[in-house]
């Protein structure tokens, strides 16, 4: 069921300004994606870089880390509604890195630790039977640690402040 997403970047910001988490927000335009997915075979796949793992080509490719990168998704639920007992959990494995979380053009919240799992109390706001609409907004990383309290260790300071996976 969440196989294929949308994905599209924007300037820090942009994507909240113009609501992207809104679920009348055109998104006709943007790339699939499936997910678990990768940025940057999406961006290969419709020629918009060029394999970053060869030659010099991952410079050409910095520019990805100071964008906010939007993966959406909407799908129609087949579930009954909730007993008054239920709670329903959102449950996101291994999101990568700085995120904030919609579902039906409510904030849900955000989780910043790719190691851990985020996870929401969404039976207020799904919709049994209807359509619902996720949409994730990942935050530039070192963006987001800037303004990060603790000073430390060696030449990538930043780096300490991130649970995030590293590129090999």
Known sequence: MFDLWKLQDFAPGEGL???VFTEQFDISD???ITAPG???QALIEVGRI???FYDRNED???WM???EWWYRISFDSEDEPLRQDERLLLVFEGLDTFV???LNGEVLGRHANMFSEAV???SRLWRAGGQNTLALCFHPPLQEIEQAPFKSWGRNTERVMMRKAQLC
Request: some cysteine; charged content about 40%; hydrophobic content about 35%.
């Open 50 to 52: 060029e394999d970053p």
């Open 60 to 62: 050409k490719c910095t």
């Open 30 to 32: 943007w790339i699939n």
């Open 65 to 67: 880390e100071e964008r």
């Open 17 to 19: 300004a113009r609501k």
């Open 38 to 40: 990768d940025v940057y």
């Open 120 to 122: 929401f109390d969404v």
């Open 100 to 102: 904030t979380i919609w």
